[in-house]
């Protein structure tokens, strides 16, 4: 059943485990996410950037392939449609309106007054509708960055100030994570993250899962992240079998097959990553 996120990140939150954020590209990709946590009986947000809701066809068509997905495989299990930095109040908006239970809205470019007030008026538009809100303070770097010099960590301060001020549901801040693989080691501000959770009663979050070494993923959920978001190690582990597939066999060229053979890799990535996060 679709549902938003409050529920399962409360949970997490208290019981020190971090719930998954697996980012969507596809009608595979949402078939196989679904179907391993499923089989798992663990709560899985299913994030979605604007870019591959463009690529999907909108909002309206993901809603409609997710609550249909839902029926037809049996899931039982409670599941989160989220925007993934959302980078206005009108693209939350077209993704609330279309079904989404939860929506990211990233303001982190912006100075910390700019990013209250559109935090605050996705929150207002979003909690009137049963819809949850997730903000970030600081800047979470990209692949491209470096690690050392392209994250501005999020201050204790900043944190407190966004939260008063709009009343979200969760927060993103950012304590040296980066989106993509990493260049370098990563280097996780621990004590920062700690007081922030110790200090807020919402749940943090902790963007650029993919490539940081498991022994931080554990401290990282020890000092209160309760939702880690995934995507580049679930397309590279996809890409890879499928490259491999093609190289074996030449000749094949229906669709189902090519990237079908990428399902059991992600799968196994899947399972990886919800014993890590200690979901289960």
Same mark, same amino acid.
């Given at each position: 059943?679709?549902?938003?996120?409050?529920?399962?990140?409360? @949970?997490?939150?208290?019981?020190?485990?971090?719930?998954?954020?697996?980012?969507?590209?596809? !009608?595979?990709?949402?078939? &196989?996410?679904?179907?391993?946590?499923?089989?798992?009986?663990? $709560?899985?947000?299913?994030?979605?950037?604007?870019?591959?809701?463009? &690529?999907?066809?909108?909002?309206?068509?993901?809603?409609?392939?997710?609550?249909?997905?839902?029926?037809? !495989?049996?899931?039982?299990? $409670?599941?989160?449609?989220?925007?993934?930095?959302?980078?206005?109040?009108?693209?939350?908006?077209?993704?609330?309106?279309?079904?989404?239970? /939860?929506?990211?809205?990233?303001?982190?470019?912006?100075? !910390?007054?700019?990013? =209250?007030?559109?935090?605050?008026?996705?929150?207002?538009?979003?909690?009137?509708?049963?819809?949850?809100?997730?903000?970030?303070?600081?800047?979470?770097?990209?692949?491209?960055?470096?690690?050392?010099? /392209?994250?501005?960590?999020?201050?204790?301060? *900043?944190?407190?100030? !966004?939260?008063?001020?709009?009343? =979200?549901?969760?927060?993103?801040?950012?304590?040296?994570?980066?989106?993509?693989?990493?260049?370098?080691?990563?280097?996780?501000?621990?004590?920062?993250?700690?007081?922030?959770?110790?200090?807020?009663? =919402? $749940?943090?979050?902790?963007?650029?899962?993919?490539?940081?070494? *498991?022994?931080?993923?554990?401290?990282?959920?020890?000092?209160?992240?309760?939702?880690?978001?995934?995507?580049?190690?679930?397309? &590279? %582990?996809? %890409?890879?079998?499928?490259?491999?597939?093609?190289?074996?066999?030449?000749? %094949?060229? @229906? $669709?189902?097959?090519?990237?079908?053979?990428?399902?059991?890799?992600?799968?196994?990535?899947?399972?990886?990553?919800?014993?890590?996060?200690?979901?289960?």
């Amino acid at each position: 059943m679709l549902v938003n996120s409050k529920k399962m990140l409360l @949970d997490a939150k208290e019981n020190h485990y971090a719930v998954p954020h697996f980012n969507i590209n596809d !009608l595979e990709w949402t078939k &196989y996410i679904l179907e391993k946590c499923n089989e798992l009986k663990v $709560p899985v947000i299913l994030g979605v950037s604007e870019g591959a809701a463009k &690529y999907m066809g909108g909002f309206n068509t993901i809603t409609g392939m997710v609550k249909g997905l839902i029926k037809d !495989l049996n899931i039982e299990i $409670p599941v989160c449609l989220h925007v993934d930095h959302g980078q206005s109040f009108e693209t939350c908006k077209k993704a609330i309106d279309a079904g989404f239970t /939860s929506v990211m809205i990233d303001g982190s470019k912006y100075e !910390l007054k700019e990013n =209250i007030r559109i935090t605050k008026e996705v929150v207002e538009y979003a909690h009137e509708r049963g819809v949850t809100v997730e903000a970030e303070v600081g800047h979470i770097g990209g692949s491209e960055d470096n690690v050392t010099s /392209s994250v501005l960590n999020a201050t204790l301060e *900043d944190c407190q100030i !966004l939260y008063e001020n709009t009343g =979200i549901d969760s927060l993103a801040p950012a304590l040296g994570s980066v989106h993509g693989f990493y260049k370098g080691e990563p280097n996780l501000d621990f004590e920062t993250m700690k007081k922030i959770n110790d200090t807020l009663p =919402i $749940p943090l979050v902790l963007h650029g899962g993919s490539g940081i070494p *498991d022994d931080k993923i554990t401290k990282a959920i020890e000092c209160g992240i309760a939702k880690i978001n995934v995507n580049t190690e679930l397309q &590279y %582990s996809w %890409s890879q079998a499928v490259r491999e597939f093609l190289n074996n066999d030449s000749k %094949s060229y @229906d $669709p189902r097959k090519v990237i079908g053979s990428g399902e059991k890799a992600m799968k196994e990535n899947i399972e990886k990553k919800v014993r890590l996060f200690k979901t289960r």
